[in-house]
């Protein structure tokens, strides 16, 4: 048992440390005179990544390059089968002309560039450095061409951060530097027991981390969208979700492999690649027929879900 102990462990205090970091660095920027649209934008939605970098980080680090793709791979399909899914049952996510035209168009560009950048079983320096640099492109085109979604940004922003306006100097330091020492241990113990459990079944890395550990660190969206949803803040679900899939890639992929490539094994080409782009693929006419996800686009987006999650065990 304790394997699966520590592995529980590890997820809740890595998303612990998530939620420290996020909450600290806020802090530490409000004090520093930065907008909160500014923090909403950057420390935010970085934050609530951090979770899978250290762990496709770590993975990596170790040789568990399984771990590392399956974490992202995973975490992008489920946050569009199960996340979306079940965010469209409580509530029907409406959908933007700037959803379709902006967010997902370049969902899928970035979607299937990081499956033709495997192709060739690996990862390198230099794919690397290309997602990070046009992760950094992506911000910097948000800052400069966004300007309404800056405004709304600010307005969530200044709700989100309210709280951590009155941390002291002290408090705003110490939640930081818990939330790194957090993201870290908690990395380790998710990692190290996800693959003691895979060896103990006989079950692949590859379908750990698509699973378990995708669907763990992918945690904090799924709360966030449900969140948003029944609060009829559809516009956040939804641009949460898209989102998130593009950070997961060129951020989290661009950043793990300039640290050290990662492998990509053939498993993943021909069956979670495919299944990510597909879910992708199916998301446009869900949202192009009715310009929402309601109830029955939902269902359809947890059955397919269902679907994967059965053909893959």
Not at 240 to 251: D, P, R, T, W
Request: aromatic share 10%; with cysteine; charged share 10%.
């Amino acid at each position: 048992m304790t394997p699966y102990l520590f592995l529980i462990l590890g997820l809740v205090i890595l998303l612990l440390g998530g939620k420290f970091l996020v909450d600290g660095a806020s802090s530490i920027a409000l004090k520093l005179g930065l907008s909160a649209g500014l923090i909403g934008l950057t420390i935010v939605s970085f934050g609530t990544s951090a979770p899978e970098l250290l762990v496709s980080i770590n993975a990596a680090l170790k040789g568990n390059a399984d771990i590392s793709i399956g974490n992202v791979v995973g975490s992008n399909i489920a946050n569009i089968g199960l996340v979306l899914g079940l965010s469209g049952l409580f509530y029907p996510i409406l959908i933007s002309r700037q959803h379709l035209r902006f967010d997902y168009t370049l969902m899928m560009i970035v979607t299937v560039v990081f499956y033709l950048l495997s192709l060739n079983g690996q990862i390198g320096l230099w794919e690397g450095i290309l997602l990070f640099g046009s992760f950094i492109a992506f911000n910097a085109y948000l800052f400069r061409n966004l300007g309404s979604g800056i405004k709304e940004g600010v307005k969530e922003a200044d709700e989100e951060l309210e709280e951590v306006k009155s941390y002291s100097w002290l408090a705003s330091v110490g939640l930081f530097l818990a939330g790194i020492v957090g993201l870290y241990f908690g990395s380790e113990l998710l990692v190290e027991n996800a693959v003691l459990i895979s060896r103990e079944f006989g079950i692949s890395e590859r379908v750990i981390g698509v699973t378990v550990i995708a669907i763990g660190t992918s945690l904090p969206e799924l709360i966030t969208s449900i969140l948003a949803a029944l609060s009829k803040k559809t516009d956040l679900a939804l641009g949460n979700i898209l989102g998130s899939n593009i950070l997961n890639i060129l951020s989290i992929i661009g950043l793990t492999a300039i640290i050290k490539p990662i492998g990509v094994s053939d498993a993943f080409l021909s069956s979670d690649f495919l299944w990510m782009i597909g879910f992708s693929a199916i998301l446009f006419p869900l949202m192009k027929t009715k310009m929402k996800i309601s109830y029955f686009e939902g269902l359809v987006l947890l059955a397919c879900y269902i679907a994967y999650i059965f053909f893959l065990i």
